[in-house]
């Protein structure tokens, strides 16, 4: 297996979106750690993340050859899902800014790009393989 199919492969791409560092005012921690917080409220960042990361692992029981624009379509979608949510996480639920430290400290940002390079990467060779 190549080091590309690695780093685009949904399982390293969901990985690296549950490990985002968030730094906050008091506390901070993996990403996971505050959607498993916001989950029993049923908040939209949770909705978001649920249905990218079961769109990403969706993708990985379709065949290859056979569903291929079916299987490229579940992994733009679920990257984009996952981008939302995070999205809905710093603009929507967090009018104060109580997160903002996260853009503002170097490793939560770098986790943060790392997810975003990787996101773009798995589009693209979703969007690839649209193509062949």
């Known amino acids: 297996m190549s080091f590309y199919k690695i780093i685009t492969h949904p399982v390293t791409l969901i990985i690296s979106f549950l490990y985002i560092l968030i730094s906050g005012e008091h506390v901070g921690g993996p990403y996971i750690w505050y959607l498993l917080m916001a989950a029993p409220y049923g908040i939209g960042r949770v909705w978001w993340a649920f249905a990218g ?75 690839r393989e649209l193509v062949r």
Do not use: D, H, M, W
Not at 85 to 99: G, M, P, Q, T
Not at 104 to 122: A, K, N, R, S, Y
């Open 53 to 127: 990361i079961l769109s990403l692992l969706i993708s990985r029981t379709q065949p290859v050859e056979k569903r291929k624009v079916l299987r490229s379509c579940l992994r733009i979608t679920g990257s984009l899902e996952l981008a939302i949510s995070l999205f809905v996480f710093f603009r929507v639920e967090n009018k104060n800014c109580y997160n903002c430290s996260t853009f503002e400290q170097t490793i939560p940002l770098i986790t943060l790009i790392l997810f975003g390079v990787l996101g773009i990467l798995v589009i693209i060779r979703s969007a």
